[in-house]
Nanobody
């Protein structure tokens, strides 16, 4: 496993969770890092990406204004703060990374990343 995603769990609608993505044996600072999710019976959806130093961050329309991606260089991690969660946010969440890409690439396409984590389950239910 090249990346470790953690922080999932069960939360009520309107609640918050913070996911973390940590690498195994490399420095994440130099990688673009994306978050994807996959709900049962659906394809993998790109929801956010943070590019390397001083570059832009991206969000899918479905999470814009509710989710915030950030990078902690000291911790060698990328976090996804998820607020105002909805039942439709229920999915397995994955982090992924690529190296050497420009800031402007198809960030929401899984085939743009060559390092993946094992996923963490987020369930939003009352």
């Amino acid at each position: 496993v090249q990346l470790q995603a953690s922080g999932g769990g069960l939360v009520r609608p309107g609640g918050s969770l913070r996911l973390s993505c940590k690498p195994a044996g490399f420095t994440l600072e130099y990688y673009n890092v994306g978050w994807f999710r996959q709900a049962p019976g659906k394809g993998r959806e790109g929801i956010s990406c943070i590019t390397t130093t001083d570059g832009p961050s991206y969000y899918a329309d479905s999470v814009k204004g509710r989710f915030t991606i950030s990078r902690d260089i000291a911790e060698n991690a990328v976090h996804l703060q998820m607020d105002n969660l909805k039942p439709e946010d229920t999915a397995v969440y994955y982090c992924a990374a690529n190296y050497g890409r420009s800031w402007y690439f198809p960030w929401d396409q899984p085939d743009q990343y060559n390092k993946w984590g094992q996923g963490t389950l987020v369930t939003v239910s009352s």
